[in-house]
Nanobody
Framework: QVQLVESGGGLVQAGDSLRLSCAAS????????MGWFRQAPGKEREIVGA????????RYADPVKGRFTITRDNVKNTVYLQMNSLKLEDTAVYYC????????????????WGKGTLVTVSS
């Protein structure tokens, strides 16, 4: 069982930056594809992006391309989501996730979820 704990959420203004972190309990962290999903009020959960096991390959949803960056530190068992140029529509609960297969993950094939951290972007 992998436990994922997100941190770094909060209230920011449009145009600001914020970095989310997700610490994993599993010592075999590097065996997992990692990524982030988000769920805005009244909407379904959607993928933000993913990073492969080595950290050399990433993919992002169109709404965040060029603004968000996912990185991972396989020594610290942590994955990060750097969010720049935040927009009002980025307001959501952000969930860290772990999966076994990269392309399955992109389609929602997640094995473990964090509890989420709220990001609120105000004008």
């Amino acid at each position: 069982q992998v436990q994922l704990v997100e941190s770094g959420g909060g209230l920011v203004q449009a145009g600001d930056s914020l970095r989310l972190s997700c610490a994993a309990s599993e010592r075999t962290f590097s065996n997992y594809v990692m990524g982030w999903f988000r769920q805005a009020p009244g909407k379904e959960r959607e993928i933000v992006g993913a990073i492969n096991r080595s950290g050399q390959m990433t993919r992002y949803a169109d709404p965040v391309k060029g603004r968000f960056t996912i990185t991972r530190d396989n020594v610290k068992n942590t994955v990060y989501l750097q969010m720049n140029s935040l927009k009002l529509e980025d307001t959501a609960v952000y969930y860290c996730a772990a999966g076994s297969y990269y392309y399955d993950f992109l389609s929602g094939g997640v094995d473990y979820w964090g509890k989420g951290t709220l990001v609120t972007v105000s004008s």
